[in-house]
């Protein structure tokens, strides 16, 4: 039977909720150095380690809002990290091993959370079947480096919105509705965002319809 989540596991969710930085890095400072060691084992594969336990953080705050606190807190990233594993395993063509339905963390093996589905890929913005490699590799370093920036400085509402933007595919009033924040604050993001992407994808010399959505 599945126990609530701990009264401290319980409040750091609440902070993060309500968008508390020192929550955020509260967060981080206790399952990054894990979910990455989990990662490295079976990914074998330093960034790509690294990019999943983004992924991971960006699944976490993108599930928050459908986050059932039945579930412990640490069975919660680790799942979604699991998930987040198999994905990378997919596309460099392995045949994973996880099992979706379990995750073995150090406490032991706990049931695992479906995250949401994820179909959208920011790599579709690459049109150009010719270009498609050099298109991925250019936006998805662009888009690292900002979550990466983002992650550090515990900037949320940034982190939520392009997790909703460009991977979930909603659209602005939606994102504004979702975060309770204002559909101008919502384009400001996405064009700081698009602004960055357009001017790697110029210095890379690819063309707009090489890269565009």
Not at 130 to 137: F, N, S, V, Y
């Amino acid at each position: 039977m599945t126990t609530p989540i701990a009264t401290d596991d319980a409040r750091l969710v609440a902070r993060i909720r309500q968008q508390d930085p020192a929550a955020w890095e509260q967060l981080i400072g206790r399952f990054q150095g894990r979910l990455l060691a989990f990662a490295r084992q079976r990914i074998h594969d330093d960034d790509a380690a690294e990019d999943v336990v983004q992924e991971t953080f960006l699944g976490f705050l993108i599930a928050l809002p459908n986050y059932d606190t039945r579930t412990p807190l640490e069975a919660f990233l680790f799942s979604i990290c699991a998930h987040k594993l198999i994905d990378a395993l997919r596309k460099q063509g392995r045949r994973p091993r996880l099992l979706p339905a379990l995750v073995s963390t150090e406490s032991g093996t706990v049931e695992s959370y479906e995250p949401p589905s994820r179909d959208r890929r920011v790599s579709s913005l690459a049109r150009s079947h010719e270009r498609r490699g050099i298109a991925e590799r250019v936006l998805g370093d662009c888009l690292r480096q900002l979550v990466q920036t983002w992650l550090s400085r515990a900037e949320l509402e940034r982190l939520m919105c392009l997790e909703l933007l460009f991977v979930a595919g909603c659209a602005n009033k939606d994102v504004a509705e979702k975060l309770g924040i204002s559909e101008q604050t919502v384009a400001n993001h996405k064009s700081f965002v698009m602004q960055k992407l357009k001017s790697s994808a110029i210095a890379a010399g690819l063309r707009d319809e090489e890269w565009q959505a």
